[in-house]
């Protein structure tokens, strides 16, 4: 059996990609340099699949730097030392650079040509992932194939069942956390008090952390 692809190898040659701006396979070129923004080890048990950078992620190189990233490290119970632990979590978004704003100032969708070309060996080369959390509809849409139904919400509202599913990693779908999704919050306020204390509850456990998010 092949042994998994080295993780340090392979992030280095994915910082240094520019399909998205020199050989774009699916609308213009992107305008402006890329930054590809990638965070894991082949240790890693905890997986966040999420979008794209924003535009501060862009800016400074890392992922979830901003008010997103407050509210997706409540939601997970960890601080940010944690977080930003790649020993321990992977963040693997969907399309790795800033993909520029539309005419309202929302950022665009993540490019397409960045998840055909490297999503499948990144997660090769995770080999340790216990857990997978799908944030928002890009990455649910494509780990979870068929599975990702009648949208967002309702996808979301079938954590159980996919969280209990055959798969492994196991997956667990979740919103965004920007703050345009206050919301989608307020309408569905199970996710708070269903979802998240078994999120939590799961990553101390997968993790070692005691009660605090801290390394017991």
């Known amino acids: 059996m ?12 994915l910082r240094a990609c520019r399909i998205c701006r020199d050989a774009p396979r699916y609308g213009s070129a992107l305008p402006h340099e890329p930054r590809p923004i990638i965070q894991g ?3 890693a048990r905890l997986c966040i699949a999420s979008q794209a950078p924003g535009t501060r992620g862009h800016a ?5 730097p ?6 997706l490290r409540t939601w997970l119970g960890l601080d940010e030392k944690t977080f930003y632990d790649a020993s321990r979590i992977a963040t693997v978004p969907m399309g790795h650079c800033f993909p520029g704003q539309d005419a309202k100032g929302g950022d665009l969708p ?3 040509e960045c998840a055909e070309m490297w999503r499948r060996p990144v997660f090769e080369a995770l080999p340790n992932l216990e857990l997978i959390l799908l944030i928002g509809q890009y990455a649910q849409a494509w780990h979870l194939g068929d599975d990702f139904r009648d949208g967002l919400t309702e996808t979301v509202k079938r954590w159980r069942e996919i969280l209990a599913g055959p798969r492994r990693p196991r997956i667990l779908p979740l919103p965004h956390p920007s703050w345009r999704n206050n919301g989608w919050l307020r309408k569905n306020p199970w996710f708070e008090a269903e ?9 101390r456990t997968m993790l070692q952390l005691d009660q605090r998010g801290d390394a017991a």
């Open 2 to 13: 092949d042994s998994a692809p080295d993780f340090d190898q392979l992030s280095r040659r």
């Open 41 to 43: 080890s082949a240790t």
């Open 60 to 64: 400074i190189g890392i992922p979830f």
């Open 66 to 71: 901003d008010r997103s990233g407050v509210r």
């Open 110 to 112: 993540p490019r397409r």
């Open 195 to 203: 979802l998240l204390p078994v999120l939590r509850a799961e990553i």
